[in-house]
């Protein structure tokens, strides 16, 4: 907390430290997570969260490695990491868990076991492997010459654009989240680039 407040500069900062305020919010801090009933109530908060927040963390993750140019990660991101730290203090990784865990994901595991071992942060590990490997087998998908169409659609702030040659590896008709986007095709229609496959 003293980091974050420090970086919001609205008490205190880095080159002007109010120890009065920190002190304060260190206490609160403290005696906030003495409390079984405080965190009784953030435990149940963050259980409605989760399934959601893994969902977008695996929707980002997909968006960072099929957008043009270089995906920009950081060691030990491969997994869930909850700190709420800049990855330039992160702290020391767990190589041989992640060297485990890919392993098993090259020797063949099925989607309905990565799934059950969400909590290990499988299903990110799958997908930044998957994404990379595609990226190795595909390059002219996402290199420069790389051609981005957008999708025009009346839904959209919630419509993202493969490369071309992504979405002809893909079948623009069958997005993730099929079962989804057929009630969501009752009222709408996507429109996709005609060279788009």
């Known amino acids: 907390?003293?980091?974050?407040?420090?970086e919001a500069k609205q008490q205190?900062?880095?080159?002007?430290?109010?120890?009065d305020f920190e002190d304060a919010l260190k206490n609160f801090i403290e005696r906030a997570l003495s409390s079984e009933e405080f965190i009784a109530e953030i435990e149940t908060f963050v259980s409605l969260l989760l399934a959601p927040g893994r969902t977008n963390s695996l929707a980002q993750t997909l968006i960072k490695f099929?957008?043009?140019?270089v995906p920009d990660t950081y060691?030990?991101?491969?997994?869930?990491?909850?700190?709420?730290?800049d990855p330039d203090n992160r702290g020391p990784v767990d190589y041989e868990t992640r060297a485990s865990m890919l392993a098993e994901l090259k020797a063949g595991l099925a989607v309905e076991e990565i799934m059950t071992r969400s909590d290990s942060g499988l299903?990110?590990?799958?997908?930044?492997?998957?994404?990379?490997?595609?990226?190795?087998?595909?390059?002219?998908?996402f290199g420069k010459c790389a051609d981005y169409a957008p999708s025009k659609s009346p839904v959209q702030n919630r419509i993202i654009s493969l490369p071309i040659c992504a979405?002809?590896?893909?079948?623009?008709?069958?997005?993730?989240?099929?079962?989804?986007?057929q009630g969501v095709g009752a009222r709408h229609r996507l429109t996709f680039p005609k060279d788009a496959g």
Do not use: F, I, Y
């Open 123 to 141: 299903p990110k590990l799958w997908l930044v492997h998957c994404a990379l490997k595609l990226r190795t087998e595909k390059p002219e998908c």
């Open 167 to 181: 979405a002809k590896m893909w079948s623009p008709s069958l997005p993730v989240g099929a079962q989804r986007w």
């Open 1 to 6: 907390m003293e980091k974050a407040a420090r």
């Open 75 to 85: 060691q030990g991101s491969e997994l869930w990491d909850l700190r709420l730290v």
């Open 66 to 69: 099929t957008a043009p140019g």
């Open 12 to 19: 205190t900062s880095w080159t002007q430290q109010n120890k």
